[in-house]
């Protein structure tokens, strides 16, 4: 099955609901089946953020089963197939940080360096400071991508009128 969103590490809390999607119609060993295109409620069971970011984890339990219209509680074990994607996030105004120091530096090199030249070192000078300061903010987040796969392996059968999966 797969994942019908991004779930994140830095914004996915325990308790969060997402859905998956059934790509291949299923037989259980009761002779029970599960279409495809079927959806799956998933909820966060527990999210672990980890260094380097690719070790992240984010782990669901099955909360339901939704069968034209119908949900249907069910119990199983959900494994991510896919890998985790990782970006750089901000935890702050980067152009702030870069343009406050770049002002802060010229004021600076201005009164002690006294001329233009004072201005100009002071103000590349403030800009890489806040550039370090902005870059020093970030972290690194972990996603589970749009589309990611997911394996669903059902612990009790789902009780559900004849027919209807």
């Keep these: 099955m797969t994942i ?3 779930a ?5 809390l325990v308790g969060d609901k997402f859905t998956a999607t059934v790509n ?10 599960i279409r495809a295109g079927t959806t799956v409620v998933l909820e966060v069971s527990s999210v672990e953020r980890a260094n380097p970011a690719e070790n992240s984890r984010i782990h669901f339990r099955v909360r339901a089963i939704d069968v034209n219209g119908e949900s249907y509680p069910a119990d199983g074990e959900v494994a991510t197939l896919s890998t985790m994607e990782t970006s ?3 935890t702050g105004s980067d152009k702030t940080k870069v343009v406050g120091g770049a002002i802060a530096g010229a004021i600076l090199g201005r009164v002690l360096g006294g001329g233009t030249k004072g ?12 550039t370090a300061a902005a870059k ?3 972290s690194t987040d972990a996603c589970l991508p749009n589309g990611g796969s997911l394996q669903l392996t059902l612990t009790r059968d789902i009780v559900a009128r004849r027919g209807a999966i």
């Design 8 to 12: 994140c590490t830095l914004t996915a």
């Design 119 to 130: 201005t100009v070192i002071g103000a590349a000078a403030g800009a890489a400071a806040g």
């Design 136 to 138: 020093a903010t970030q």
């Design 88 to 90: 750089r996030v901000s």
């Design 24 to 33: 291949n119609t299923t037989v259980g060993t009761n002779g029970a089946t």
């Design 4 to 6: 019908n969103e991004r």
